[in-house]
């Protein structure tokens, strides 16, 4: 095998370069996501109102967020490649975010508890006027837990600024029994949409990306 001092003859090192991004999100999970497939990136923490419209179903709801979350960057960075996200958790249809407080969480747990439940993540890319929007959909199923085990969670688990009150990578990870789909889009970021998003406003005609 080569050295890492040495050059495989048919790679050529320009071939494949990532942009620097400006995360629209103050997430230590979205931030260790891009680091860890070496994505560099500044944090600007896009501030919006977060209050579900009447009616409105999860999917629009992350979406509205995500592109409004862009929105806000883009007024402060104009030129640079924007990236926003906004991950919600659904049972039953209904929205469940981040709760206010500790015996929210506890009950968002207990809800959790037995039963499937869906991550959405929507993100967006914008750079200058344009932008480009999409989701992923993650199923997870929890095992039935008790009231120790919700304790433990709630105590341990730092739930107050996950969506659904859980961390998938964290004390969470011993109580998931499935998951379906993207497993970093539970994480918080599904690098592989937002990968695919920027390789197709990266062959816009208007090539703004160049």
């Not at 929105?71 to 981040?98: C, S």
């Not at 992923?136 to 085990?149: H, K, P």
Request: charged residues 25%; proline residues 5%.
């Amino acid at each position: 095998m080569p050295s890492s001092s040495e050059k495989l003859p048919y790679i050529n090192e320009n071939v494949f370069e990532l942009p620097e991004l400006i995360l629209a999100s103050a997430s230590p999970r979205r931030a260790e996501i891009l680091t860890n497939v070496g994505w560099k990136f500044k944090v600007f923490k896009s501030e919006v109102d977060e209050t579900p419209l009447n009616d409105e179903k999860a999917a629009q709801y992350t979406k509205r967020l995500a592109l409004a979350k862009a929105a806000v960057a883009a007024e402060r960075f104009p030129d640079q490649l924007i990236l926003a996200a906004d991950t919600t958790v659904v049972i039953d249809e209904k929205i469940i975010g981040k709760p206010e407080n500790i015996l929210e969480a506890g009950k968002m747990l207990r809800m959790l508890s037995g039963r499937c439940h869906k991550v959405i993540t929507a993100v967006a890319l914008q750079k200058g006027s344009q932008i480009l929007s999409a989701a992923e959909e993650t199923l997870v199923e929890f095992d039935r837990l008790d009231d120790s085990e919700i304790e433990y969670l709630v105590t341990n688990g730092n739930p107050l600024d996950k969506a659904g009150a859980y961390a998938v990578q964290a004390q969470a990870a011993l109580f998931i029994k499935r998951i379906e789909g993207d497993y970093w889009n539970v994480v918080g970021l599904p690098v592989r949409l937002v990968y695919n998003l920027y390789k197709k406003l990266r062959k816009s005609p208007k090539n703004a990306l160049k």
